[in-house]
């Protein structure tokens, strides 16, 4: 298996995978010449070339989050922060009864909600504390995320802007 076998079959398919995950076509272009540096130097160490497509990938998107990581907050990112700072009351009122919510959430739904939620704790450490796996923690909070927003759903309407920001609500039966 050689680097330009590689270029050869799979250069297209991993511009387009880069291509939709960063602003500019030069970027792209860029992180893709990057991309195949790295493949040349790391293929030696690829022990299982059945796998090779996978991890070209995911050579990839470790290139994208690098790239990400080390980038400046443009202007767009800075106007939409002085915009969001402006929090509306209705969210206000919102965030401050989440608690209340959680609070009716069965176990072990509650006790992952409270700790990562309330007390703001990582999903690891919530792992830790509950003695339960990572991805079970993970997967009780997200559980958890979701019957929350039911909740909030089955009490009131709410009203959202063209970003999604609560903008208004309207209470059925709290």
């Not at 590689?6 to 297209?12: G, L, R, T, V």
């Not at 830790?128 to 909070?141: D, V």
């Amino acid at each position: 298996m050689t680097t330009e076998y590689i270029w050869a079959s799979y250069h297209q398919q991993l511009k387009t995978f880069i291509q939709h995950r960063v602003p500019h076509t030069e970027v792209a272009e860029d992180l893709l010449q990057n991309i195949f540096i790295k493949i040349h130097s790391e293929l030696s160490k690829l022990q299982q070339t059945e796998k090779l497509k996978s991890w070209l990938f995911q050579i990839a998107r470790n290139a994208i989050t690098d790239y990400y990581r080390t980038r400046k907050p443009s202007e767009e990112i800075n106007d939409y922060a002085e915009e969001t700072k402006e929090i509306s009351e209705a969210t206000e009122d919102i965030a401050s009864s989440i608690k209340f919510f959680i609070l009716q959430l069965e176990e072990p739904y509650r006790e992952a909600m409270i700790l990562s939620e309330i007390r703001n704790l990582s999903q690891k450490q919530v792992a830790e504390k509950l003695n339960i796996s990572y991805s079970g923690a993970k997967s009780r909070i997200q559980r958890g995320r979701e019957k929350v927003k039911q909740l909030m759903y089955e009490c009131c309407h709410y009203e959202f802007d063209k970003r999604g920001n609560v903008i208004d609500y309207e209470c059925r039966q709290c």
